[in-house]
């Protein structure tokens, strides 16, 4: 899978881990943490080859999250490196 880098917030709701992007109204649920990573991977991810596919930019037509994510981002206290790699946009986690 290739990367695309993108800033995320994660967090818990009604018993569900949500991960959100930061910057774009993608967003993804599952009963653990890393599942809602995984599923937020997969998505950003589907986003990207159907704008590759189809000759747009990613995320074209995606509209940007709504305010409280990124509220939630700048006020979070946790940031969280991916895989390791450097340069990673930040992902935080909110309690």
Avoid: W
């Amino acid at each position: 899978m290739e990367k695309t880098p993108v800033r995320i917030i994660a967090f818990q709701e009604d018993g569900m881990f949500i991960a959100h992007c930061v910057d774009h109204d993608i967003a993804a649920s599952a009963v653990s943490l890393d599942a809602a990573i995984r599923r937020l991977r997969l998505t950003v991810e589907a986003e990207r080859v159907y704008a590759e596919q189809h000759d747009k930019a990613i995320f074209e037509g995606v509209g940007r999250a709504p305010q409280y994510v990124t509220d939630m981002f700048d006020a979070a206290y946790l940031n969280v490196s991916s895989d390791g790699a450097k340069q990673v946009p930040p992902f935080r986690l909110a309690a």
